[in-house]
């Protein structure tokens, strides 16, 4: 489109061709006279004003019709969208928001009443809409009862998935029951499933301070295997290493058939039942006989962990973790046992006491030569990480501090430590009233129906050792691989000893698998008890 100026400046000729008024491309669309009183200056500022604004309005104009091109596609309806715009007003979209949020604020305080009927899905909902007439809060209302009706049901799933996971956790898995029994009947038949543990010429040294000695309290086989197996393989010297592997009496024919035909030489290893300690009887045990034959918390450990809870009130990370303390193996003997070690090994200063859920990664022989600066116990201490699961623990985590009892003698910011690898001196120990107090703050907790603490036996330890602890490096250490699936790994291959405390054990199904290779990398496959049970197959 071209302007033409005739040499008088007297008319204006608008042209649709690119070559000029009379060009052969195309024809004049206007031809305006301009009238002799107006001056050529007022004429051209006029072609410049409306040469500047033209192009806005036609951007304005695309704009409008392209937003409208489905619902407004009449001048009278591109009229009525670009009218309030040009004029600066706003159409009714801001108020219709304004009084729906009006009405869900209206309608957030309210109950949803019981004989309201909801769809059971959006696409009833969708159909119910077309053929019922319903008001802006009824429409509301039924939004807020679905929404509700699926935060319940999701909550439920949850807590329906926990105690799945829980009942996963407490369960014997059916390959290593099965090693167990091929194992127990291996023990009755096989004269060399019998042989001595260890040898008579070696039997001096289960006393033997220059060497190393492990303790170890279980009822798995199989999980003793691969912590004895990775400690032999991880030493410097396991020339020097003696395991006391502690198991109880219906384990104890299957625990020793597996060492005896399972060595790991150079290691010593002891196999010993509960029912072969001279020491423990009931005389000096009284308390943990009470724990295991006590009524309620026999229903406590082993009954149902539903019923009598408020769910609604309850986190599913809370009632995780009060079913984390519910495991039957709180009230076991061999859980309690390490309270006893004095009194169990006379003859030995000092032990590496280890759970049967570790797996060992590098020479743990600087231990002994650890100075705990005449404390009892060296441990990692749980207060001074970043996960909230593990290494982020305070008493007030352990303990119920409304309790008077509770919160007359302990604080609440205190710094714990963790189980599964202590070093314990023994010397100083003897020196102690440890496990008189442990045994007093057991009856505690009898007496106040378990409400003095829930989770296991850490708690009475923690109260035992106070003032008994000497803090070691982390790097020993690391736990919580049976909690989280977010473990650092490069942090995991630099730990001397890796800790799978938690539900999800390697050996288990529920078991985090990226974290399994570095548990099953110290499993016999070539053993045809393994092989012939299908362990972890």
């Not at 038949?189 to 301070?209: F, W, Y």
């Not at 399972?262 to 001279?278: L, N, T, Y």
């Not at 003897?430 to 003095?452: F, G, M, P, Q, V």
């Not at 405390?501 to 990398?521: A, D, M, V």
């Amino acid at each position: 489109m071209q302007l033409h100026f005739s040499p008088s400046m007297r008319s204006i000729t608008i042209s649709s061709s690119g070559s000029g008024v009379h060009g052969n491309g195309g024809g004049d669309l206007m031809k305006i006279k301009v009238a002799r009183h107006i001056s050529y200056r007022t004429v051209f500022h006029s072609i410049l004003i409306l040469a500047f604004l033209l192009p806005f309005v036609f951007i304005l104009t695309a704009l409008v019709t392209l937003e409208g091109v489905n619902k407004c596609s009449s001048i009278d309806c591109l009229g009525r969208r670009l009218g309030p715009k040009l004029l600066g007003r706003n159409n009714d979209s801001g108020k219709l928001v304004k009084d729906f949020v009006k009405i869900l604020n209206q309608v957030n305080s309210e109950k949803v009443p019981d004989t309201l009927k909801l769809p059971e899905s959006f696409t009833q909902l969708l159909s119910e809409m077309k053929n019922n007439k319903y008001s802006s809060k009824e429409f509301v209302l039924i939004l807020k009862g679905m929404m509700e009706r699926s935060e319940r049901e999701m909550r439920e799933s949850k807590f329906a998935e926990l105690m799945n996971k829980h009942f996963a956790a407490s369960a014997v898995p059916k390959g290593i029951h099965c090693l167990s029994l091929r194992l127990t009947d291996e023990y009755s038949s096989n004269a060399h499933a019998r042989k001595q543990l260890p040898s008579p010429e070696l039997l001096p040294l289960l006393s033997d301070n220059s060497y190393h000695h492990f303790v170890l309290s279980t009822d798995n086989i199989l999980a003793a295997a691969v912590v004895v197996t990775s400690a032999v393989q991880s030493s410097a010297n396991p020339s020097k290493i003696v395991f006391h592997v502690i198991t109880d009496k219906k384990t104890y024919a299957g625990m020793h058939s597996w060492f005896a035909l399972h060595p790991s030489p150079p290691a010593i290893i002891e196999v010993k039942g509960v029912h072969q300690f001279d020491w423990l009887t009931r005389e000096n045990i009284p308390v943990l006989e009470a724990v295991e034959n006590h009524n309620a918390i026999r229903n406590y450990y082993h009954g149902n962990h539903i019923a009598g809870a408020n769910l609604s009130d309850t986190t599913p990370r809370t009632f995780a973790s009060k079913l984390q303390a519910r495991s039957p193996k709180y009230i076991s003997l061999l859980n309690h046992l390490r309270i006893y070690l004095p009194e169990l090994f006379p003859n030995l200063d000092k032990v590496v006491f280890l759970d049967d859920d570790v797996v060992i990664q590098q020479d743990l022989s600087p231990l002994w030569d650890l100075d705990l600066n005449g404390k009892v116990n060296g441990a990692v201490e749980t207060c001074k990480g970043e996960d909230e699961w593990v290494m982020s623990k305070r008493f007030r985590n352990y303990f119920n501090f409304s309790h008077p009892l509770i919160a007359k003698n302990l604080n609440p910011d205190e710094c714990p430590w963790a189980y599964g690898m202590n070093v314990f001196d023994l010397r100083e120990w003897r020196k102690t009233n440890i496990r008189d107090t442990y045994h007093a703050w057991i009856k505690e907790n009898l007496k106040s129906n378990l409400t003095l603490w829930k989770l296991g036996t850490l708690p009475p330890a923690l109260i035992a050792f106070r003032g008994h602890v000497h803090p070691i490096d982390p790097s020993w250490h690391m736990l919580g691989l049976g909690y989280q699936k977010n473990t650092n790994i490069e942090k995991l291959n630099k730990s001397a000893v890796i800790h799978y405390n938690g539900q999800s054990k390697p050996w288990l199904e529920i078991g985090f698998e990226h974290l399994r290779p570095f548990w099953t990398k110290y499993v016999n496959y070539s053993s045809d008890f393994v092989r012939n049970c299908h362990i972890l197959e």
